[in-house]
């Protein structure tokens, strides 16, 4: 299992509306890996301050998280909601 963290700041103020959007985020699918297993064993989203993180636990490559991650309607929906917000800023690892 490997454990990955995606962050990104938001712009000041915007934390009300921010906080809403993520309250309102649905459980991804966990998919599954090449072997079977689910692939996202568990999916954190959060904000603290001005920056939102997402925490993932996978079986897989990032690339295959990020692909299943992405196909899926309730987090499309919520990065769609999210766009506005984003100061430009973000950071990977």
């Not at 692939?39 to 299943?68: C, K, P, Q, W, Y």
């Amino acid at each position: 299992m490997n454990r990955y963290a995606l962050t990104f700041t938001i712009k000041p103020g915007c934390e009300p509306e921010v906080s809403r959007v993520l309250s309102s985020y649905g459980r991804p699918d966990a998919g599954r890996g090449p072997g079977g297993p689910p692939l996202l064993r568990r999916t954190s989203v959060f904000m603290t301050g001005n920056r939102v993180i997402r925490v993932m636990d996978i079986d897989g490559t990032i690339g295959e998280a990020m692909l299943h991650i992405a196909k899926q309607p309730q987090v499309k929906a919520v990065e769609e909601a999210l766009d506005r917000y984003l100061d430009g800023d973000w950071i990977g690892s």
